[in-house]
């Protein structure tokens, strides 16, 4: 199994200007690893949603590669996306899958499918170009490189442990406070701005 902070350090040090889309668990973490916050899009507050997102990113900005850090409760309630996504063809979106059986946030309830369901198998059969599962460290660092260089869409399913180091960055509640949820929108103009200059933005 790989640790979760692990995969997202190694993430990081190899995603160059791409757009990083995280969710939930992910996005609890990713900011403490990330050196390109202004390309980081947070998308927590519509749970099932990221890998929708990721895929309208894509098809907008074909010139620039779009990462989803997407967790594995997340995705089982959007598994539609993935048909979407191998139909559109995204030749730019790269789909990581933190895939650990569990809804972290709401205490560790199993996600429906967990230890059956085989997710990557679903996304080649859903069109997926290329679909690669990763249990260790060491064997995603090596598979990165050509994971990231292959034209998508690519499906990246990693078997993680449980997730650690969230109490350091408190309870997920406080992802739906108001000061919040306004500093995400404040979040989503600065990426738009840094993506389209030309956009202004209604915080300015």
């Known amino acids: 199994m790989i640790a979760a902070a692990d995969a997202l350090r190694a993430i990081s040090s190899q995603r160059d200007d791409a ?16 050196t390109r916050p202004e390309r980081d899009l947070p998308i927590s507050n519509c749970m099932g949603k990221a890998s929708s997102v990721a895929l309208g990113a894509a098809l907008a900005r074909p010139d620039l590669k779009v990462l989803v850090l997407d967790g594995d409760g997340s995705l089982v309630m959007n598994l539609g996306s993935l048909v979407t996504i191998g139909q559109m063809q995204p030749k730019n979106l790269i789909h990581f899958l ?25 996304s080649a059969a859903a069109g997926y170009r290329c679909s690669k599962s990763y249990e260790s460290i060491e064997d995603l660092v090596k598979g990165l490189p050509h994971l990231l260089s292959t034209d998508g869409p690519v499906f990246c399913n990693l078997f993680i442990e449980h997730w650690r180091g969230l109490a350091d960055v408190g309870p997920m509640t406080q992802q739906v406070m108001d000061t919040r949820l306004l500093a995400a929108a404040k979040k989503y103009w600065t990426v738009r701005q840094e993506l389209n200059p030309d956009t202004a933005s209604p915080f300015a």
Request: avoid cysteine; hydrophobic fraction near 50%; glycine fraction near 12%.
């Open 19 to 34: 757009l990083v889309v995280i969710t939930m668990s992910t996005a609890r973490l990713w900011p403490s690893v990330s």
């Open 98 to 122: 933190f895939n650990d059986g569990a809804y972290t946030t709401v205490g560790g309830a199993p996600v429906p499918g967990a230890g059956k369901a085989d997710i990557a198998a679903m």
